[in-house]
């Protein structure tokens, strides 16, 4: 992706585990996206999700939410219903407003569905 978009100003790309980002100071991010990385930690019952999947999806939205800046969009894409995904956006430690939309549709097998999260205004 660097090469590729080497000739556009304001891109950094990096590399590392989503669910500790370190490297990456608080509020130090415009915009997140994930077309993958949540869908690949969900297994098992998406009415009562094993303990490691609350676990690793947590860590990642939690350590997600802490890079974001206050103004940040985390954009997510998925295939998965957005009544089992919701809860697995929301843990612990985050305030989001979340706005879901329909891609696909007529004549598309499957829907998919792009999650706009941003961080709720503090009150």
């Given at each position: 992706?660097?090469?590729?978009?080497?000739?556009?100003?304001?891109?950094?790309?990096?590399?590392?585990?989503?669910?500790?980002?370190?490297?990456?100071s608080s509020e130090s991010i415009d915009v997140a996206f994930d077309k993958?990385?949540?869908?690949?930690?969900?297994?098992?019952?998406?009415?009562?999700?094993?303990?490691?999947?609350?676990?690793?999806?947590?860590?990642?939205?939690?350590?997600?939410?802490?890079?974001?800046?206050?103004?940040?969009?985390?954009?997510?894409?998925?295939?998965?219903?957005?009544?089992?995904?919701?809860?697995?956006?929301?843990?612990?430690?985050?305030?989001?407003?979340?706005?879901?939309?329909?891609?696909?549709?007529?004549?598309?097998?499957?829907?998919?569905?792009?999650?706009?999260?941003?961080?709720?205004?503090?009150?």
């Open positions: 992706m660097s090469k590729r978009h080497a000739n556009i100003e304001g891109i950094e790309w990096k590399q590392m585990d989503v669910r500790r980002m370190e490297n990456l993958g990385t949540l869908d690949a930690m969900i297994h098992g019952s998406p009415w009562s999700p094993p303990d490691d999947v609350l676990e690793n999806t947590g860590q990642y939205i939690r350590e997600t939410f802490r890079v974001l800046k206050s103004d940040g969009i985390f954009l997510y894409v998925t295939y998965r219903q957005p009544h089992f995904v919701k809860p697995l956006l929301s843990p612990e430690g985050t305030t989001w407003d979340i706005n879901v939309e329909v891609l696909g549709g007529s004549g598309s097998t499957f829907q998919y569905h792009a999650f706009t999260l941003k961080k709720a205004a503090k009150t």
